[in-house]
């Protein structure tokens, strides 16, 4: 397993708007820095630069993500790596009996999701597609705590790699579906993702501290429930926050969201697994 073993400079974070929300904030680890700021990919019409959630934290969070013996969520991915060497299902095997190291899933999340066969896919799908098509076993629920370890686990081997998810050729229909999601109204308070995202960032609603919404940390930890959440969690979150009915964890709706989301972030680090409020 990529381990995190840090030190860090973090500059002051200021907290009045969006011009002077973190972004000065460094995360250097183990003489290695983190991409926590770039220029915005192309594709994006109204952010010149995009942060990682982590610029957005207090220090004491911060400090959390900077060595993993405090990092709560490898609690969870030692659970997982338990999970990796369990045999299940009827065909009698294990995620190890064909994958020889969990290490090998290096540069995974960073292009996920992608699409296959002329279809969308996520790491959850990628993961429950191998437990009933090659282990005979019970797919995941798809935020369940099994499966958040396991996305966590494997999408961990990627820290520190920068984010490319393809948004051209075969993808380009869902990463419009997910664009126009992302901008569209819901609720009944009326507002979209970039209400918050992309209008707000910086800028502080109640005791938070709006950040982009970047999807390079997850699955991460949040310090409000405890445990590993993913992506699509987040989205339902969000969504519920609105007093809007939420797609279902794992639709083609938030699939095409999360490919959006997610290419939003195109040079950010991975950090999973990051911590957040």
């Known amino acids: 397993m990529r381990t995190?073993?840090?030190?860090?400079?973090?500059?002051?974070l200021a907290l009045s708007g969006a011009a002077s929300a973190g972004e000065d904030a460094v995360l250097s680890v183990d003489g290695e820095v983190f991409v926590t700021e770039a220029a915005a990919p192309d594709h994006l019409e109204n952010v010149d630069t995009i942060y990682s959630g982590w610029v957005f934290r207090t220090d004491e969070t911060q400090e959390l993500q900077l060595d993993d013996f405090d990092n709560p969520s490898f609690i969870f991915l030692?659970?997982?790596?338990?999970?990796?060497?369990?045999?299940?299902?009827?065909?009698?095997?294990s995620c190890a009996s064909c994958h020889d190291d969990v290490e090998d899933f290096a540069g995974l999340k960073s292009t996920l999701p992608r699409v296959e066969n002329g279809e969308l896919v996520t790491l959850t799908n990628l993961v429950n597609e191998c437990r009933t098509e090659r282990m005979?076993?019970?797919?995941?629920k798809y935020s369940g705590a099994d499966m958040s370890a396991m996305t966590a686990l494997i999408a961990h081997q990627s820290r520190g790699m920068a984010m490319s998810v393809a948004i051209d050729g075969d993808a380009a229909p869902f990463f419009?579906?997910?664009?126009?999601?992302?901008?569209?109204?819901?609720?009944?308070?009326?507002?979209?993702?970039?209400?918050c995202h992309e209008d707000n960032y910086g800028n502080m609603i109640r005791a938070d501290h709006l950040s982009q919404g970047q999807t390079n940390g997850f699955p991460l930890y949040r310090l409000k429930n405890a445990k590993i959440n993913t992506t699509h969690g987040r989205f339902k979150g969000c969504m519920s926050n609105i007093?809007?009915?939420?797609?279902?964890?794992?639709?083609?709706?938030?699939?095409a969201l999360e490919l959006y989301v997610a290419s939003r972030g195109n040079g950010l680090s991975v950090e999973t697994p990051a911590v957040r409020n």
Request: charged share 30%; aromatic share 10%; hydrophobic share 35%.
């Open 78 to 93: 030692d659970q997982a790596l338990d999970t990796w060497e369990t045999v299940d299902g009827s065909e009698g095997k």
């Open 176 to 195: 419009e579906k997910g664009k126009e999601l992302y901008y569209t109204r819901v609720g009944q308070l009326d507002m979209a993702c970039a209400n």
């Open 136 to 140: 005979g076993a019970e797919a995941w």
């Open 243 to 255: 007093r809007a009915t939420p797609f279902k964890e794992g639709s083609p709706e938030f699939k």
């Open 4 to 12: 995190l073993l840090a030190s860090v400079g973090i500059a002051a």
